[in-house]
């Protein structure tokens, strides 16, 4: 019994902890500026007045945060054309890297997994430079295209990883007995083995595109108008203006939080078993 | 790995010129298959990775854009002799080690605590993935309000040390974020905060395959709570925490998206981890030659490091079998 009430105490207090920061954010994404300088943690005058900052600014252009509130709409649709094109290169590439390096025994496999994986083990700013400038060289600067290719190189070998483990526990009969009844090799792959595979696709697809969604450091480095600039970017730029109302900032949190924390409740099975099975099997 | 492959072919190695053309076949699509991957990660990070060793051997600076001469490792002299450098390894090590330590002890303990039985687990275990998706600037944004002027842990820390004060008799005040060891710290409890999700997800997962009859068995034998933890959920857990210690350290010494929202590196320079120490000679001071060098640093450093987790995980994986 005591037993039972300890766990209990425990899991809310686990479950705070991982709550609170957020749901301190959305609640005071509600509130008037006055109301969030109180102890307050729920509102009790909740406003949509933060928010329509950043949907419909008429009149209140002037305000301090307004010019970088302006610009989420734009950024999110900037985000999810990046993130959408990374999670389909991703399940694209990735798959076809992936299914190689599982099904096909040949000399260079260890290497490339190790090439894949070691790429990862190089910081981002470790690259930043030369990357930018390869970038500007090819006048990539500003345009999707460059956070796009930039993102798929590092969400590609964990994807490649994720996949490749996933592969290998689909029967090599299947394929075989798809090839039998007269399929090409790339048949087998279109309509046995793809179709068998789809939890994994699906993990590695929520995976790259949230990774994506996130990324900042070349985000950053890339983009300088708000033409291609993602939304972690412009939300960035809260952190240097100094005055805006932490109200503000709250409900510009939420709105760049709100697509990731939806696909990963919905997805979150496939998540939570691509991660898992990952490392454990 | 545990499972076995069944569906790896069985071939034995063979050189080029006994190959059958089946086989040569087979490679050929193989590397097919795998040419955009390798392709774009050439382009992007192997040449750049080269770029970068070029020009940390040159004197570069945006501001004098003609001037390129070659000055070896002039560069990484400089660096190696400068404040600047070694304040920021000495902050960054801080960093990743106890966010390290402290992420692995937070995510074991949830883990633990959701794998028992109780009502709404998976409504908890779902919002697990809430700091997993939140992207590491809204991260920064989120604790500067919340540790800001009229944040609600800003409030109650200072009812925390005010407490704290009357009962021990010290008068210490509490700046917030002002103050250099609470901006710090308040960095890693942030970046402890976000990567607990991940962390946690692998430790459920490994608990998951440790098999009951284990646990059955120590409990007929009359073992304790503790023992059974020692003996049979900690050599399980072994694999897993050095998995998610390397990358946690990797993570630790990546940090940037946080320290740009959080702090900006401030105040002073209480929070210059290795990255954004990098990023402020690039495109602050422009030195682009020593910027690179820098990152060559950081990359040994990381790779040094995960070389030593890696053997030490192969070691252990050997004797665990």
Known sequence: MIKRTVLYALVILATLYIVTPFLWVVSVSFMHEREANQRHWIPREATLENYEMYFATQGRSAEIGAATARQFPRAIINSLIIGSSVMFINLLFGSMAAYAL?????????????????????????????????????????THLAVILAHSTFTLPFTIWILKGYFQTVPLDLERAARVDGCTRLGALFRVFLPLTAPGMIAVGIFSFIASWGEFLFALLFTSTIFSKPVTVVA?????????????????????????????????????????????G | MNKPKQSEPIEARKTTARLTSKERGDRAFAYLLNAPAIALILALIAYPVGVSLWMSLHRYNLRRPEQFDFIGLGNYINILTSYDFWHSLQISLYFTALSVVLGIVISLGIALLFNEEFAGRGVVRSLLLIPWAVPGVVNGLMWVGLLGAHGAFNEMMGDCV?????????????FGMASPVVALNAAIAAHVWKSVPFACIIFLASLQAIPAEQYRAARVDGASVWNRFRHITLPWLLHPIMVVA???????????????????????????????????EAFARLNFGGANAYSYLITLITMGLAIVYIRLLYRRGAVQG
């Not at chain 1, 700013?125 to 060289?137: C, D, G, T």
């Not at chain 1, 109200?247 to 919905?266: D, E, K, R, S, W």
């Not at chain 2, 350290?249 to 002073?268: E, K, S, V």
Request: glycine residues 12%; hydrophobic residues 50%.
């Open chain 2, 246 to 280: 390397i990358f946690e350290t990797m993570n630790g010494f990546r940090a940037f998206d946080l320290i740009y929202t959080l702090t900006a590196g401030g105040p002073g320079d209480a929070t210059y981890v290795i990255a954004w120490q990098t990023y402020k």
């Open chain 1, 102 to 142: 599982a099904r096909v025994n040949f000399g260079g496999n260890l290497l490339l997994l190790l090439f894949y994986i070691g790429s990862r083990s190089v910081p981002g700013v470790a690259i930043m430079i030369p990357m930018y400038l390869v970038i500007r060289s090819y006048g990539l600067l500003d």
């Open chain 2, 162 to 174: 005010n407490l704290f004060n009357r009962l021990t008799g010290l008068e210490i005040s509490y």
């Open chain 1, 236 to 280: 960035s730029d809260f952190a240097q203006e100094l005055q805006v109302p932490f109200t503000i900032v709250a409900a510009g949190g939420v709105l760049v939080i709100l697509l990731p924390i939806i696909l990963a409740f919905i997805f979150q099975r496939f998540i939570i078993h691509g991660i898992g099975g990952a490392v454990t």
